[in-house]
C-alpha cells in the first residue's frame, strides 16, 4: 500500500466550515469502508476523531464528520473553532495500516 | 482508564537496534479483544505505521519495514515492545504505541501513548 494523498494544508475562519481530502486507491479507500481521521496537536497524542469512514468515537464533537466517495474520503469540520488549528491524517486499512501525509488546518 | 506509555533509549547509534516497550496500564494486553500496535512520525513528516501484535503472539508489520521490525509482548508485565533493526537517520522519529481494534478495526487505532522521541545521528 501506498501512502494516501492529502492536501498539505487548509484553513477557514471561525464558524466555516472546511473539508480535507483523503485519495488512496481502489485497493484501499475505494473498496473498503475502513478510513480513519485523526486529529494531531503537536507534541501530544494523536486523537481518532472517525472511523469507518463516518463514525464518531465518544465524546468527538458532531461538528466533525466523514465521508466517502470513490477513492476519496473527505473530513468536513463545520463550525470552525480555534481549538480546531491541528495536524489530520486520515488512515486506510487493507490488511495493513497506511496514513496519509498529514493536512495542517489551520482557523485564521 | 487506558493508558499507555512508551520507554526506551532517546539515542540509537546507526546500524544498532532500536528497543522500546509500551507499558498498559488500566486494562489488559491478554484481552482477546484488540491489537496493540507501533506507529512513528519523523520530524515534520507524517504518520507511519510500524506493526501490531495480537495477545496470541499473531503479529502484522508493515511490508515496507518487514524483515527490520519486531513486534512482541510479555503479557506478564502487560508491556509490549518494538524492535528495529539496523537503525539509520531515516529512522529518526517519535515513536507512538497504540491500541486497535480487531478485524477492520485492527486499523483503528482509539488509544495511543504520548510518544518518545528517538535520535540516530547520521
Known amino acids: 500500500q501506498s501512502a494516501l494523498t492529502q492536501p498539505p494544508s487548509a484553513s477557514g475562519s471561525p464558524g466555516q466550515s472546511v473539508t480535507i481530502s483523503c485519495t488512496g486507491t481502489?485497493?484501499?479507500?475505494?473498496?473498503?469502508?475502513?478510513v480513519s481521521w485523526y486529529q494531531h496537536h503537536p507534541g501530544k497524542a494523536p486523537k481518532l476523531m472517525i472511523y469507518?469512514?463516518?463514525k464518531r468515537p465518544s465524546g468527538v464533537p458532531d461538528r466533525f464528520s466523514g465521508s466517502k466517495s470513490g477513492n476519496t474520503a473527505s473530513l468536513t469540520v463545520s463550525g470552525l473553532q480555534p481549538e480546531d488549528e491541528a495536524d489530520y491524517y486520515c488512515?486506510?486499512?487493507?490488511?495493513?495500516?497506511?496514513f496519509g501525509g498529514g493536512t495542517k488546518l489551520t482557523v485564521l | 482508564q487506558l493508558q499507555l506509555q512508551e520507554s526506551g533509549p532517546g539515542l540509537v547509534k546507526p546500524s544498532e537496534t532500536l528497543s522500546l516497550t509500551c507499558t498498559v496500564s488500566?486494562?489488559?494486553?491478554?484481552?482477546?479483544?484488540?491489537?496493540w500496535g507501533w506507529i512513528r512520525q519523523p520530524p515534520g513528516k507524517g504518520l507511519e505505521w510500524l506493526g501490531s501484535?495480537?495477545?496470541?503472539?499473531?503479529?502484522n508489520n508493515n511490508p515496507s519495514l518487514n524483515s527490520r521490525v519486531t513486534v512482541s509482548a510479555d503479557t506478564s508485565k502487560n508491556e509490549f515492545s518494538l524492535r528495529l533493526s539496523s537503525v539509520t537517520a531515516a529512522d529518526t522519529a517519535v515513536y507512538y504505541c497504540?491500541?486497535?481494534?480487531?478485524?477492520?478495526?485492527?486499523?483503528?487505532?482509539?488509544?495511543w501513548g504520548q510518544g518518545t522521541l528517538v535520535t540516530v545521528p547520521s
Open positions: 497504540a491500541r486497535s481494534g480487531l478485524g477492520a478495526a485492527a486499523g483503528v487505532f482509539f488509544y
Open positions: 469507518e469512514v463516518s
Open positions: 488512515s486506510s486499512y487493507a490488511g495493513t495500516t497506511v
Open positions: 488500566g486494562g489488559s494486553i491478554g484481552s482477546s479483544t484488540y491489537y
Open positions: 501484535i495480537y495477545y496470541s503472539g499473531s503479529t
Open positions: 481502489s485497493s484501499d479507500v475505494g473498496t473498503y469502508k475502513y
